[in-house]
């Protein structure tokens, strides 16, 4: 008995593993949050799906797992990574806990897909090809004060960062904090740059200033990359150097 937990990519068939869509064709049944079983209805349209909304994830994989037990071939899945803010490590520890009060727990199978921040940084040229941070901006299930804690960190290690889930709607300011927090130790013309719905219908990629960065109005389905001191624009496109133009 196991549950594959399945990383999907950031939409389309395309950007999906080879290993993905072969355990997807496999499984009879798909879960995950409706945005992403949405967009995978017209690529696998025989499965039966089973989607709850967000803030539903604990019912979701404690669903899922018990089918699991059962016998049913069955993924959660995830956009990009599930081991990224995926279910992965929520579907692990629901796991350790069926194991210890059942003798039927079904094995946890974590299949990768490309997560938002290399996919989004292969449209944006290639901002991530130094070291580099990921930080989400959301606040549900993480202390602002240590979301603020880690932008500060990366901003004085003059690290690359990159930040997932940069605003909604009841954190529409976010993103322009987080901007505030590093303009403390970065220049405001720090080369920047953001991606929204990538590998999706209506994709929008653009390169800006970190002062420029700060008046946007991010989203959900927004990524935002934040370069480093030697970040620079080449061409339209944000890149990172490393050095091996100068060896
Ligand atoms: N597991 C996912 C991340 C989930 S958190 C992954 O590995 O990519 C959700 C955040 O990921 C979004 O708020 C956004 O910042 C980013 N994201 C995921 N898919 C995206 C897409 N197709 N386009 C732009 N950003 C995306």
Request: glycine share 10%.
């Amino acid at each position: 008995m196991s549950l594959y937990v399945v990383g999907i990519g950031p939409g389309g068939l395309d950007g999906m593993t080879v290993e993905a869509k072969n355990v997807l064709e496999s499984c009879h049944i798909i879960a995950g949050y409706t945005v992403y079983t949405e967009l995978l209805k017209p690529y696998f349209p025989h499965k039966k799906y089973y989607s709850t909304p967000m803030k539903q994830e604990k019912e979701r994989c404690g669903w899922a797992l018990a089918r699991a037990a059962e016998g049913e071939a069955i993924a959660v899945v995830c956009s990009g990574d599930p081991g990224i803010y995926g279910m992965a490590g929520l579907l692990c520890q629901l796991q350790a806990q069926a194991q210890q009060e059942t003798v039927r727990a079904a094995e946890i199978i974590v299949i990768p897909g490309v997560t938002a921040a290399s996919s989004g940084a292969a449209r944006l040229g290639a901002p991530l090809t130094h070291d580099f941070a990921v930080i989400s901006l959301s606040d549900l299930l993480t202390p602002l004060a240590v979301i603020q804690k880690r932008l500060r960190c990366a901003a004085m290690g003059d690290m690359v960062i990159c930040l997932y889930n940069p605003a909604s709607r009841k954190r529409a300011d976010y993103l322009r904090m987080a901007c505030d927090i590093v303009l403390e130790y970065k220049s405001p013309q720090t080369v920047c740059g953001y991606v929204r719905q990538i590998g999706r219908e209506g994709e929008e990629v653009r390169v800006l200033s970190l002062e420029q960065l700060r008046d946007i109005q991010a989203d959900m389905f927004t990524t935002v990359y934040i370069g480093n001191d030697s970040t620079m624009e080449l061409g339209g496109k944000m890149v990172t150097p490393r050095g091996y133009a100068d060896v």
